[in-house]
């Protein structure tokens, strides 16, 4: 059997360097920019960057014809992928950084530590210690021997980067380097302009840089399901465009939306730098025949991955507070502090999710696998989808068995989102297109992060910071207080009947 | 005084053409100096290609010594396509023959990537950028600061005659501007100027020639006139004891059909291809025993050499003569369409034959012969390509009366190296 990637060609492989087309018939030659073929006659010429004795070719050659992509975990992988992490320090760039080193690939990534800074700045704190850049990166040396080639830089200082990049000429670029929050962008305009700046402007300026230095790179970028918000329709979150078969009717007319960017309904500041993200990149891959995927990720939880497990200076950071914990982390951490789990308004909202380290997997999967030339692409990346209330019920149980009261509140909605709404999200690439099957069941992960958590110090590293688990932070600018609407016990409450859809097949 | 040697080259220029032209005044110039020289019919090679011709003109060798059969070929062990370029090049071209001169050559074409070079040189079409075209390096500086460019822009004919044209003039222009610069810089013992608007035109704008009426046929005469004027330039520049050899690597006719030779073998069942949505040489199927590279090159698909491989050495000769029928049976409307047929023992020799195709087809006048698969049928009308080359009307000059001697009467594109030779 061959694997999910086995047919994808030169033409998708970071390594082939376009060098120009060709209308051999009149012996004629077009403009190199030109990558797309020239109507019959047209033939695409590349260069390998890895295999320069075959000279110029067609990009035809197969993955598996190909004796630099060899077998890896989960399919074909180049050999010594030099893949960058930008925002290599965080939640996410640190076990992908991990996981890449260990399987083979050649990590570099750089970091500003904006992430340390701004949960200082908020006065929490990771709840799994995490020890400091250097640290970690010694700890990856001595425990699996990998040699990370690591750069203390923002994004946005760009002739660093420039530098950085002409000297790794990364053949895949991971861009986790934004601020993750949405209560931070709320919490006044300076925060706002702070995020929009640091993640817009910064995606931009990498686009400019990745064309003049590294045009073949594929870029793996960071969205969120947060992008699409949640159409009161219940037409369907397709994955970033619409399928070929829909249609817009009107007036008895009739147009095809195929292809078409489907619409974006931000709900914070910090959502709508990633739509502006989004059109960026959109439109470089259309300018400049740059390649992205923009994963559309749905809320990440959990502590495990293999290699962070293996040693506590691997693990990765997991915060809590109302700015940066994410929602089951937040609700795991509640539990054991004895607070009850914070839902907002009606807890009826439903969102997508998956845990860490199925989302490592097809972060190897997207990396492994790269557009073509021009092909900016979209994956909603999400294994389940529950409800806020359900989620919370699922938490109470699982603490149940670590020998947990947990109770549920209800507070003020800090918010402005709809709370109850149908949702019906489409994920069908990572399943059928890329070969991945969701492994961690909710209740394995969220077990495993109660067994790390309830570890005393780390109990203790909760309550330390269990004043910064309340949401303060409102939609309209004010600081205050949300106040309980109800409390009760896990089982008590029958919830609305409107389930969400993930639509796989 | 020493012997300096200067080469000319106009890409695709036919010898019936221009002998046209220089009776009826376009290109007055050349009706002059005719009298002074040999004036030849030239054998183009075959299949006649410019990579194939331009790389036997600069070696004086066959395809069998010098390893380049057209512009593609196939990756060893892959139906991968690919584009060989002057690193493949297996035989020395002249200006390596004598390094201890200094050469300079613009323009010539499959001469890409430039050679490090005593003297100067870049590279002409197809070259997919300047940078790696031209040598040495403050060569390519000096061109970059003219603008200088080694083509036009193809895609412009697909928007407008005029919009080419233009542009093809712009790249003639600068081009004329560097030859000129460097010819009178004196600093050379060996100087080569392919001019390649030629080729384009013909592909282009052929019928405009043919039709006095048509609005474009005063843009095809503008363009030989304007060689006519490089022409008469460059001999009034060269010296008196300079060898002058002027040559073209193909002549060129117009289209009449296209003949898509691998849809040919495919009903006649030589040929299946995988549906995989691409048709192209990857989608070679299980059981296919031949197919046809651009433009007409007949491949065997020998075990062994290809994936899919299924002929063997023993299988040749039964298959070569059930092909052989094949095409000889090919009809257009009434007509026969394959003038000559040659296994390629015939037409080659040296260490380069086995990489060789099998069999190679010279097609009657006006069909052009065509290697793609993605065509559905047999023969197609011609599109914006009006102009195919011609094997058997290239030309050869050589300058000085008393050189005649050393051009034999049926020139073909691999003697021009040994007649520059017997003339020094
Ligand atoms: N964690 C989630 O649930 C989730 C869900 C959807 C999308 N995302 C997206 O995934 C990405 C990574 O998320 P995370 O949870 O790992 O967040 P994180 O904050 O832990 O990681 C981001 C890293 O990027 C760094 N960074 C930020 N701006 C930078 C800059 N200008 N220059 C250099 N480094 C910079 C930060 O210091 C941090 O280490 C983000 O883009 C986030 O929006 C996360």
Known sequence: MSCFNANKTCWNCPAAVFKGNVDFRACGQSQDEIKAKLGDEGQIMIECARRPDLGYFEPSITFEQCPEWIEGEYGLQLKNMRVMILGMDGYLGWALALKLGRMGFQVSGIDNYTRRDTVAEKGAHTIVPIERMTERLHAASEIYGLNFNYRRMDIRERDHLAAFLDEVKPEAIVHYAEIPSAPYSMVDADHAIEVQDNNTLGTLGLLWLIKDIVPETSLIKLGTMGEYGAPLTGRPLFEGMFPADATLTWRGREWSLGGEITPRDPVSFYHVSKVQDTYNVYESCKYWWLRSYDVQQGVIYGVHTEETAKDPRLRTRFDIDEWFGTVINRFVAQAIAGIPLTIYGTGEQIKGFIALEDAMECMVRLITSPPEPGQYDVVNQVSGIHKLNEIAEIIAKVGKKHGLKVEIQRVENPRVETEVHPLEIVSRKLPRELGFNPTVLVEKEIDRVFTLLMQPELTSRIKEKAHTIMPKTRWTGEKKDSGVIEKYKPGEKTYGDHHGVLDTE | ?424
């Open chain 2, 1 to 424: 005084m020493k012997k300096r040697v200067i080469r000319v080259g106009i890409d695709g220029a036919s010898f019936t053409r221009l002998q046209t032209m220089a009776d009826e005044g376009v290109m007055p110039f050349l009706g002059r100096l005719r009298q002074a020289g040999t004036l030849r019919r030239l054998m183009a090679s075959i299949p006649d290609n410019s990579a194939v011709s331009w790389s036997s003109i600069m070696t004086g060798k066959n395809p069998g010594e010098h390893g380049i059969f057209g512009f593609t070929d196939l990756i060893p062990g892959t139906y991968t396509m690919r584009f060989p370029n002057f690193r493949n090049l297996k035989a020395a071209p002249f200006w390596r023959l004598e390094p201890e001169k200094r050469h300079v050559v613009i323009n010539l074409p499959f001469s890409y990537p430039a050679d490090g070079i005593s003297g100067r040189m870049v590279s002409g079409f197809i070259s997919p950028n300047l940078e790696n075209a031209a040598s040495p390096p403050e060569f390519l500086e000096y061109l970059k600061a003219r603008h200088y460019r080694i083509d036009a822009d193809t895609r412009k004919i697909y928007q407008s005659r005029a919009l080419f044209y233009e542009d093809l003039m712009a790249v003639h222009e600068i081009r004329c501007r560097v030859y000129r610069e460097q010819f009178s810089s004196g600093d050379w013992d060996t100087f080569m100027i392919v001019f390649t608007g030629s080729d384009r035109i013909g592909h282009y704008l052929l019928d405009a020639w043919e039709d006095p009426g048509d609005p474009d046929h005063e843009r095809f005469l503008e363009y030989f006139r304007a060689v006519d004027r490089e022409l008469a330039w460059i001999m009034e520049h060269a010296g008196a004891d300079d060898i002058v050899v002027m040559m073209s690597d193909h002549g060129m006719e117009r289209v009449k059909k296209e003949v898509n030779l691998n849809y040919l073998l495919e009903t006649g069942g030589f040929l299946s291809l995988a549906d995989t949505g691409k048709r192209g040489y990857t989608a070679i199927a299980d059981g296919t025993k031949a197919f046809v590279l651009e433009p007409s090159r007949v491949h065997l698909n020998y075990t062994g050499r290809y994936p899919g491989g299924t002929v063997t050495a023993g299988d040749r000769q039964a298959l070569l003569e059930e092909l052989k029928a094949l095409f000889r049976g090919l009809t257009c409307e009434g007509e026969p369409v394959i003038r000559e047929m040659f296994p390629r023992e015939e037409l080659y020799s040296g260490p380069a034959l086995e990489e060789a195709p099998d069999l190679l087809l010279v097609p009657h006048t006006g069909y052009s012969l065509r290697g793609t698969l993605a065509r559905d049928e047999l023969f197609t009308e011609p599109d914006t390509l009006v102009g195919m080359h011609r094997g058997d009307d290239a030309f050869l000059y050589v300058h000085g009366r008393e050189h005649a001697g050393a051009v034999p009467e049926h020139p073909r594109v691999e003697d021009i190296q040994s007649i520059v030779e017997k003339i020094l």
